[in-house]
């Protein structure tokens, strides 16, 4: 996204071949932007903040909410006028909380379903600058205020409840946005250009946690994943390892274009039940549920709470999570804000439903691995998403045992 709305070149190396990546490739190649795809690499060649052209097909977000809450943030300051949708998840997923501070802006937003779901029809205006209190800490709807703030014609401001991840921040700032933070408000000015630039992805943190996960929980296990991001706004799931006893050990180094990465060893572990809410919930909200699998192998009762978001992510979680879970035999309490789980009792294979949600999937097949008996996950294709090499690589580690 940035380097499409950005003069020159810009190049991506470790680049993620996931669904939710490719929809987002395709919307801005919709937009007349050229992208060159090699194995982990993309090269975008930007035509700055005004080079989008209008798509003469509708834009197709797919399963990303991602891209569909950023993308309206930046088609809210163009000149043309575009229909944006995904697939039969996003059009149930909230886009209210998007529309009302564009709309604050000056934009014009119509969730066409009358829901205030996808599909949205954006037409483009001038925009105006605005100091937004988000009700929720959410860095999807902080980036897309954020982004059409480069189009505004004032500086934008938005405070959270709660410090949510700040990678878009601390990468506009490298493409050479004015944007600065304190506390938990970000603030924006009005930009005239960005320059392209050359990006080094490190690992995902929230792909990492499956195997850290796995690391925790089976028996004779040694683990070290490399290159892993530890952003701070994003390290909950080490920062619950480290309350719940995990023998983990991170090792740093040299900063990777502003974000911080490290190698991760994980052995096996004697966990501990813990109590897991606040403003932690935003730094690993979608290890949650993997995090719900370490509480079954803990000694004693986990409690997770102020989560109610996790019920209007790519499938309601909490209900997803309960359920699944039960099957399985875990002792498990769904709450209006999270879960309640009782930990030591032993997990049996079950049929398991993953409601086409990449997490579920991947949190129900590390379960699998400390389960008696087999476990069939249905729609398990759906790791695509964010992970294509998910169950090769849980393969290939799960092998060595």
């Not at 190649?29 to 194995?39: K, L």
């Not at 719900?292 to 999570?321: N, Q």
Request: charged share 20%; hydrophobic share 40%; with cysteine.
């Amino acid at each position: 996204m940035f380097g499409s709305l950005a003069q020159g070149t810009t190049t991506v190396k470790n680049f993620l071949r996931g669904a939710d990546c490719l929809s987002t490739i395709d919307c801005f190649r919709r937009m007349g932007i050229q992208i060159d795809e090699t194995a982990d690499e993309i090269t975008v060649h930007g035509k700055g903040l005004h080079g989008l052209s209008a798509p003469s097909q509708i834009l197709d977000a797919g399963n990303s909410g991602t891209t569909t809450r950023l993308i309206s943030g930046i088609l809210s300051g163009q000149n043309f006028e575009c229909t944006l949708t995904g697939d039969a998840s996003i059009q149930k997923r909230p886009m209210g909380r998007i529309i009302e501070p564009l709309t604050q802006m000056g934009a014009s937003i119509t969730s066409l379903s009358g829901n205030g779901c996808a599909p949205l029809q954006i037409s483009g205006r001038p925009l105006h600058g605005i100091h937004y209190r988000t009700k929720v800490a959410s860095a999807q709807v902080k980036s897309s205020i954020l982004l059409a703030g480069l189009y505004a014609d004032t500086p934008v401001s938005v405070t959270e409840p709660s410090l949510s991840r700040n990678h878009s921040e601390l990468m506009l700032r490298q493409f050479g946005a004015k944007i600065h933070t304190e506390g938990t408000t970000a603030t924006i000015l009005p930009a005239p250009a960005l320059t392209g630039q050359d990006i080094t992805v490190p690992g995902d943190i929230s792909s990492a946690a499956y195997f850290i996960a796995a690391g925790c929980i089976t028996p004779d296990s040694e683990i070290l994943i490399q290159n892993v991001g530890i952003n701070p706004t994003r390290d909950g799931i080490l920062q619950v390892c480290r309350m719940m006893g995990a023998d983990i050990t991170v090792m740093p180094y040299a900063h990777q274009t502003g974000e911080p990465a490290a190698d991760v060893l994980v052995r096996s572990s004697s966990l501990k039940a813990c109590v897991i809410g606040g403003d932690l919930i935003p730094t690993l909200i979608d290890e949650l549920p993997v995090i719900a699998v370490m509480a079954c192998f803990a000694k004693g009762t986990t409690v997770i709470r102020d989560a109610a978001e996790l019920k209007v992510k790519e499938s309601d979680r909490i209900t997803v999570m309960a359920e699944n879970l039960s099957a399985m035999g875990a002792k498990v309490t769904a709450t209006d804000d999270g879960l309640i789980i009782e930990g030591g009792h032993s997990l049996q294979g079950a049929v398991i439903d993953s409601h086409l949600d990449h997490r579920i999937a991947m949190s129900f097949a590390v379960a699998a691995l400390n389960a008696d008996g087999e476990t069939e996950i249905r729609d398990a294709e759906c790791v695509n998403i964010s992970y294509p090499g998910f169950y090769q690589d849980l393969n290939r580690i799960s092998s060595r045992t």
